[in-house]
């Protein structure tokens, strides 16, 4: 499998002229070039499909925009590798995946800034405006409020609610996962895997793995090993870690719990794993060092350590999973993403990668397609879409 070698971050003054203004904006799909067309368009004709809205709550979908709009909601408190930057600092991300989702996959977005941590305000405030809304996508909210907005608001809305941060990951590294075993002839039951990072995207990682059918998988944080019993650092979510993983009870460092395993998958911080921890695990083991800018190890360095299988960050990304997984989900008028519908996606992805990748070009639309068509088809084959397929 090839590895990604480190590339040259573009600089501030090609960057800046990109996002000036921002990088989305709202336009309409038809020309308001005479009165005839305002008069269908808006007053007096728009009130006739107001009126088929209101006896049939259904045709929204099919007249207004709301079933093909996506919100991207955040608080702005865990942005990319910068930590709590406020909401304001988030919206050029929050533009960024918007444009992602209208060009791979033709899903419109509108970024919605909600400026609260407080779970029961911000929880609220979302379901206010999702009837505007086909799916939420919420980005870049910390851990372990990210998991309560979840949880609640799938419990609450008819639409689906996906957390990219935990969920668009953890598809990326299924579908890179699925690769690395069948360039190694090997099957997920016989992994054992550690974890380093127990955030967001570390455990809901864990949680899809463990279901898929790997073996065990020890969670870390930065204190070691996250086991039954531990006292320092705990709280309710890791709690629920230490029950659900490290059958062994394993405790310690991660240079230590590293020792023998299959794979190690990174979501934490830079330069944190050695060559020599490399070494230690099992033979041939796979590496994937999602850390970014820097990731846990280069691979290049994993490689040389004897890895068989090592990549980083910059191509296990969430942009190649959640555009399809939108437009999936919408097409098939889906009410909830579920556990099928993300695994059909992690095929789809293991299945358009070319010979030697691990994953597939990003920029090739039909790579949206596959997965869009795959998270449709699970939907409708697992009861949470309509009958009928929408668009």
């Not at 709590?84 to 929050?94: E, K, L, W, Y």
């Not at 790579?367 to 869009?372: G, M, P, T």
Request: glycine share 10%; hydrophobic share 45%.
């Amino acid at each position: 499998m090839k590895s990604p070698q480190k590339e040259n971050d573009p600089h501030l003054e090609d960057i800046l002229p990109l996002h000036q203004e921002g990088k989305t904006r709202m336009v309409s799909r038809y020309s308001l070039d005479s009165v005839a067309s305002l008069r269908k368009i808006y007053t007096p004709g728009v009130a006739k499909v107001c009126q088929l809205i209101e006896e049939n709550p259904e045709k929204a979908c099919d007249f207004t925009s709301i079933g093909n709009t996506v919100a991207v909601i955040t608080n702005g408190s865990a942005v990319l590798g910068l930590g709590d930057i406020g909401v304001r600092a988030s919206m050029p991300v929050m533009e960024g995946k918007a444009v992602i989702l209208m060009e791979m996959a033709g899903v419109s977005a509108i970024p919605v800034l909600v400026d609260t941590s407080d779970p029961d305000e911000f929880i609220r405030t979302v379901s206010l405006i999702a009837p505007t809304f086909g799916a939420i996508l919420l980005e870049d909210i910390s851990a372990p409020l990210c998991f309560q907005v979840e949880d609640s608001l799938k419990a609450r809305l008819p639409i689906p609610v996906f957390h990219d941060d935990q969920h668009g990951t953890a598809v990326v590294v299924l579908g890179a996962l699925l690769r690395a075993l069948e360039a190694c002839g090997r099957q997920a039951g016989e992994l054992d895997a550690v974890i380093n990072g127990a955030g967001a995207a570390g455990w809901a990682i864990a949680r899809f793995l463990l279901n898929f059918g790997i073996n065990d998988v020890v969670l870390c944080d930065s204190r070691g090993a996250i086991y039954r019993g531990r006292e320092n650092g705990m709280n309710p979510v890791k709690q629920d870690i230490a029950e659900c993983t490290n059958r062994a009870n394993e405790q310690g460092e991660l240079k230590s719990v590293i020792r023998g395993k299959d794979l190690f998958i990174g979501v934490s911080a830079g330069g944190v794993v050695s060559p020599a921890m490399v070494a230690s695990m099992a033979p041939g083991p796979i590496v994937f060092a999602m850390a970014n800018p820097v990731p846990e190890i280069w691979p290049h360095e994993a490689i040389g350590a004897g890895a068989a299988v090592a990549t980083d960050g910059r191509n296990l990304n969430n942009a190649l999973g959640f555009p399809g997984i939108f437009r999936g989900a919408l097409n098939a008028r889906a009410n909830a993403i579920n556990e099928e519908m993300k695994v059909g996606a992690a095929r789809a992805l293991a299945e358009q990668a070319h010979e030697g990748e691990l994953v597939p070009d990003f920029m090739d639309k039909k790579v949206h397609l596959k997965v869009a068509e795959a998270v449709a088809e699970a939907a409708r084959r697992s009861g949470v879409a309509e009958q009928q397929p929408g668009r």
